[in-house]
């Protein structure tokens, strides 16, 4: 599994922004599949959801995960495989290694340095999927970073473009902002774009690697937690 845990930055400064994570996920994960439990409100100024280890689960956490670096504002943390079963109703009643990662992931996120991306992965002690979550980790760093740099004008020329269905997005952004397709082309290059765009199925996939847990296979494969993640307790 892929667990989410976000906690709001200076919290004591500013207003609850709880509310607004949750729309901005919210939005993010209408109409796609992937979610095993919605996130929500778990103590405080904090918020979790559980996501599965799969293609679509994957997919969504790495663009949920950008989606809470660009708004900025929050430390989040990714725990990585196996949870307690059977999940109860709410992300903040589990239990189960991935959630006690997940904390440690975000208590790590919230270490990071003044102008450092705000994130951390924490996933199996045993390898190889430790070194797969530590690259999902650096990966998904370096995507914060773009994200987090991006300007107005990069990210009004990103956004139109997604929102176009047509044959020719970026003609069709061109006239939304009534501007040229050479200056869409300029801001997008600018923005890296198409870096962006191709790096992020990667993250998915390492993210999925590292998470599966045995509840993501059938029940004829065989059961490859570590015996030592059954007395990793529950993550509050």
Known sequence: M??????????????????????????????RSGVVLPFDRTVGDELQGVLA???????????????????GGWSVGIGLGAVDRP???ASREASGPAFVRARAAVDRAKRRGRGSVP??????????RATVSADAQALLRLLGAVVARRSAAGWEAVDTL???????PQRASAAALGVSEQAVSQRLRAALWAEDAAARPLAARLLRAAGADRDDVT????????DDEAGEGHAR
């Open 2 to 31: 892929i667990v989410v845990t976000a906690d709001q930055r200076g919290s004591t400064r500013g207003h609850d922004r709880v509310p607004e994570a949750l729309a901005i996920v919210g939005s993010r994960a209408a109409g």
């Open 87 to 89: 999940l109860p109703a």
């Open 119 to 128: 994130l951390a992965v924490v996933g199996p002690d045993e390898e190889p």
């Open 162 to 168: 997604v929102a176009q269905r047509g044959p020719a």
């Open 219 to 226: 029940d004829d494969e065989p059961d490859d937690e570590p």
């Open 53 to 71: 280890a799969d293609d679509d689960g994957a997919a969504l956490a790495v663009d949920l995960v950008l989606d809470l670096v660009r708004d």
